[in-house]
């Protein structure tokens, strides 16, 4: 079982992997986006480390923080679990099988279609200025609502099993866009379905021994105080916070991912 002595770390290193795991359980509550901080964080500290078993510690050191912040989004917020339900099993088996692709497929190759698709969904929520502001009818039918969350799911529950920064963003935007959600309830049943896409992954990690258990016990800890932060400033900042968020952590993904291919 991959594991490593956190104490030959040096001290500087372990306050930044707290440090960045606070902010990104914050970040994360709000809109997803947590693995564009972890992730390179856990490169860093790990730099010998295989990509399969940075990805393991990042989602179990995300999945308490994401927990949190979906059961304090569903004390506030309605959740229609006739959408959410079905999406969440979907996601979970996708993420699962993602995860297992991680060894075939070497997850950078999907930086330059992962870009792309960030700076569509940049232009077309700049642009559209009343995106996600109000629930609204889309006048899809109720089995095809139910086929729509789950498709998308699926498909976004494959990519953060195999890759995932940007989950949460993907999932909000096909939320808001095929099922006409506003921001905070499209947050509220994505933090749901992350919670399925984290766990199948470590179900996954774990079992091949691939997760690095202290770091994950620690970035776990800090990540939980700041998805309680952060869940707490969305619900009571409303929508209009949640989509400038959204659009920064959106821009950010792009910066980060333009850096990458360079």
Known sequence: MADLALPSLDLAILALLALGAFFAGLVDAVVGGGGLVQIPLLFSAFPNT???VIFGTNKLASVVGTSSAAYQYTRRIDIDWTLAAPAIGAAFV???LGARSVALLPPATLRPLIL????VVAIYTFAKKDFGSLQRDTGHSRPRQVHLATSASAVIGFYDGFFGP???SFLIFAFIRLLGMDFLRA???AKLVNVATNLAA???FSAHGTVLWLAAGLMATANLSGAIVGSRLALR???AFV???FLLVVVVLIIKLSIDLL
């Open 237 to 239: 900042k409303g929508t």
């Open 187 to 189: 947050s509220a049943t």
């Open 50 to 52: 295989s990509p399969a």
């Open 94 to 96: 996708a993420s699962w």
């Open 243 to 245: 989509r400038r968020v």
């Open 202 to 204: 470590i179900v996954f």
């Open 116 to 119: 792309f698709l960030m700076i």
């Open 166 to 168: 940007g989950t949460g």
